[in-house]
């Protein structure tokens, strides 16, 4: 019988966007199957490919006992956020497929909540609020990104991933290419 999955306050939904998934794997930290597994990776020492259950990720055991991180939070440092929300993210939060190096994006403070791969709905009707956060730092190339956005098909060459605010909900997009 499967366990009821702890929460992750800046990944709420991790079955959503397959950073976890039901298994009878057992885990390297914990050595218990517990229902799920997580299937991403982790930045560790550890040359072994090893696989969590949610429980080890969200205590930090997985993280403590491989000596690792589950996601990039330079950008989370940079901006002066929190050093407990950033050991959070890093340290208990399951990170995401990506082609390319995650980046965790931030509002009001705080990190975002990630929501997975964007919809066409998502990147296309996205605010303007939305669209000029997304373009800091490359406004020059803005009228490449207003042809993105408009005629944006989800999983091909060009990916969008959506971050919620936790406190104003305001939407975040992120990109990457194949």
């Known amino acids: 019988m499967k366990e009821v999955l702890p929460v ?27 229902g799920y597994i997580y299937r991403g990776g982790i930045y560790s020492k550890c040359d072994a490919e090893l696989v969590f259950c949610p429980w080890c990720i969200a205590d930090g055991s997985a993280a403590t006992e491989f000596e690792g991180t589950f996601n990039d939070v330079d950008s989370l440092i940079e901006v002066g956020i929190p050093e407990s929300v950033v050991k959070e993210v890093n340290e208990r939060t399951p990170s995401y497929s990506s082609w390319q190096e995650k980046v965790w994006l931030h ?69 990457e290419y194949s």
């Open 107 to 175: 509002h009001c403070g705080d990190a975002c909540e990630f929501h997975g791969d964007a919809s066409a709905r998502d990147v296309q009707g996205a605010t303007a609020d939305t669209f000029e956060a997304f373009l800091e730092g490359q406004e020059e190339h803005r009228e490449h990104w207003i042809a993105e956005f408009r005629n944006y098909v989800p999983n091909e060459d060009l990916v969008f991933y959506r971050y919620v605010c936790r406190h104003c909900r305001v939407v975040r997009l992120m990109y």
């Open 8 to 34: 992750f306050c800046y990944h709420p939904d991790p079955i959503a966007t397959g950073a976890i998934d039901g298994s009878d794997e057992v885990c390297d930290c914990c050595k218990r199957a517990r």
